[in-house]
């Protein structure tokens, strides 16, 4: 699985912006689908993810401003932040889990200005 994210930028606090995951490879093998962010000096965490059944979960920081939501055809995932923060400002990086074994594309970065 290659896993290819897109997106960020610079945008300023209350902004919005669409990052994309696009998967190739074994993708039928994929069973979830995360999108994740590490900010200078922190640990990675868990923004949200999107199973092959289309269950969704949001950390609770980001609850009821992003949105995660897939394109089978384009076997494409996208999260949709809206109301941007300039605590969302980090590296974000989408995962595909596989199993045992967790696949993880290049991060984007995301920078909002205050």
């Known amino acids: 699985v290659q896993l290819q994210a897109s997106g960020g930028g610079l945008v300023q606090a209350g902004g919005s912006l669409r990052l994309s995951c696009a998967a190739s490879?074994?993708?039928?093998?994929?069973?979830?689908v995360g999108w994740y962010r590490q900010a200078p000096g922190k640990q990675r965490e868990l923004v949200a993810a999107i199973t092959s059944g289309g269950s969704t979960n949001y950390a609770d920081s980001v609850k009821g401003r992003f949105t995660i939501s897939r394109d089978n055809a384009k076997n494409t995932v996208y999260l949709q932040m809206n109301s941007l923060k300039p605590e969302d400002t980090a590296v974000y990086y989408c995962?595909?889990?596989?199993?045992?074994?967790?696949?993880w594309g290049q991060g984007t970065l995301v920078t909002v200005s205050s």
């Open positions: 490879g074994s993708i039928f093998s994929i069973n979830a």
């Open positions: 995962n595909a889990d596989v199993g045992p074994v967790d696949y």
